[in-house]
């Protein structure tokens, strides 16, 4: 049983990629100007309109019929890279019921607010409990960034764009003075300021010429970043000027690195007119390409995620990222000297302005010019086998209960089986009978678990689960 179940668990998790066979799936429709996708920790996605609302899409692709929170009052309309530009739930959403936003506002400038579920309906926010939490000058009207994440180690990430115009007129990424052209890191549970407290280790804290938020610099519009859920390592996507566009890669602890803009863009030297810093103090991207190179022309790169799904195992492993004007999704795969980049066919007509993980690692895109989110497919599989017996398991990471839903109401889950990493079974349920099961995971220590779920036809699939 122990030989068998992990030589299952490797050839599920670790098939390699044979060429490009990504589509677009639709699998909700009927939004304005979509720039974010989020899930909360359970089954919903959560799509961010750049006018200032969010909507609630549910698992069978549905959106709700009132905006889970609507705050375009507040929100800088005009536009471009202005709006309601990022989300983030706290790590102990289910709890604590905080979310934060990252917006324009009317004078133009980036505001950092914390907002409150609605404690009588889990499918609203309070819009009166706004908190502002941090809010900076934004000199120009592109660039915003806008982007955040909580990381592995709790605290809060927030990209900003370097401020507009074009080529960074005031070096302003470079600086360590102003908080534009920064990867920020924030502590929101421990406030020193009134809103929230600098961790202890973010890297100028003793710095006195340095901003205490700050812990990476040198970025131009780092338009979307992401945290890979399986080791935690940082994927930053920036934008570039005039013809590169990059992606760096960093183990989330590093701290302090310098991305180089302005004095290169990707590999290539931009402008190196104001003491720029020695070469070997840069962090370089991992990966570039060129607007004129590699077929279609491109111009600004969406950053994604590097896939930890269970649906398409051709998929495993790979950075998603995708072009905003050649509408091509691309990908990164490592090999043993590298990461070799490739790309989709176009998909006309999309505008992809981000990506999106649900609970279970699957990937989503959001066409801004096509107001619909697309679920990201392997079309080498047999998709029909997984359309028919597929399941949500929520919320993940767990800290109390889980529930297993079965996605299709004609599927009646039979038993759920839960092994530790080393491949030992630790749990059964047997005769389940029904489409969805809720149960406590109090008495497991945190830890990476599989559950295999069985339905009705004996046929399986396995979820990876967190506990902590």
């Known amino acids: 049983m122990y030989r068998s179940f992990l030589t299952l668990l490797c050839a599920f998790t670790f098939l390699s990629f044979q060429g490009q066979n990504i589509d677009l799936e639709t699998f909700s429709t009927g939004f304005n100007a979509p720039i974010n996708i989020k899930n909360a920790g359970d089954a919903r996605l959560f799509v961010v309109e750049r006018a200032g609302l969010i909507q609630i899409v549910n698992s069978d692709g549905s959106k709700n019929a009132t905006p889970f929170l609507n705050i375009n009052p507040s929100v800088s309309d005009s536009g471009g890279e202005r709006g309601l530009l990022g989300l983030a739930f706290h790590p102990d959403y289910a709890n604590n019921g905080f979310f934060y936003v990252n917006y324009i506002n009317n004078n133009n400038n980036s505001v950092i607010s914390r907002f409150s579920r609605d404690p009588s309906n889990d499918d609203l926010a309070d819009s009166s409990s706004e908190l502002q939490l941090l809010t900076f000058t934004q000199p120009f009207s592109n660039h915003n960034g806008g982007d955040m994440a909580f990381g592995p180690d709790g605290y809060l990430y927030i990209a900003s764009g370097d401020g507009g115009s074009g080529g960074d007129p005031g070096n302003r990424a470079q600086s360590l003075t102003t908080l534009l052209g920064k990867l920020l890191r924030i502590d929101v549970d421990a406030s020193t300021n009134g809103t929230y407290g600098i961790p202890p280790d973010n890297p100028f804290v003793a710095d006195n010429n340095a901003l205490d938020e700050i812990w990476a610099y040198g970025l131009r519009n780092p338009w979307r970043f992401s945290f890979d859920s399986d080791n935690g390592d ?220 069985t339905n009705s036809k004996n046929n399986s699939i396995f979820k990876k689960i967190i506990k902590y």
């Open 234 to 453: 940082l994927w930053i996507a920036d934008v570039g000027q005039n013809a590169i566009e990059e992606i760096n890669l960093t183990a989330s602890t590093s701290a302090g690195l310098n991305y180089g803009w302005r004095c290169y863009e990707g590999n290539t030297v931009f402008d190196q007119s104001d003491n720029c810093p020695m070469d070997s103090s840069l962090t370089f991207p991992i990966a570039n390409y060129s607007h004129s190179g590699n077929g279609v022309p491109k111009c600004s790169i969406t950053g994604g995620y590097r896939y930890r799904g269970s649906a398409y195992p051709n998929f495993s492993g790979l950075y998603f990222f995708a072009d905003f004007c050649s509408n091509e999704i691309g990908t990164l795969e490592q090999t043993a000297t590298g990461w070799t980049m490739a790309f989709s066919s176009p998909f006309s007509g999309v505008g992809i302005t981000t990506f999106g993980q649900d609970i279970e690692g699957e990937l989503y895109v959001g066409g801004i010019q096509s107001g619909t989110i697309y679920k990201l497919v392997d079309t080498t599989l047999g998709i029909e086998d997984f359309k028919r017996f597929d399941v949500k398991t929520y919320p993940n990471p767990i800290k109390n209960n889980i529930s297993i839903h079965a996605l299709q109401s004609s599927t009646i889950l039979q038993s759920a089986d839960i092994y530790d990493i080393q491949g030992t079974l630790v749990y059964s349920l047997a005769d389940i009978n029904s489409v969805m099961i809720t149960f406590s995971m109090d008495k497991f220590m945190s830890g990476i678990y599989i559950i295999k779920i």
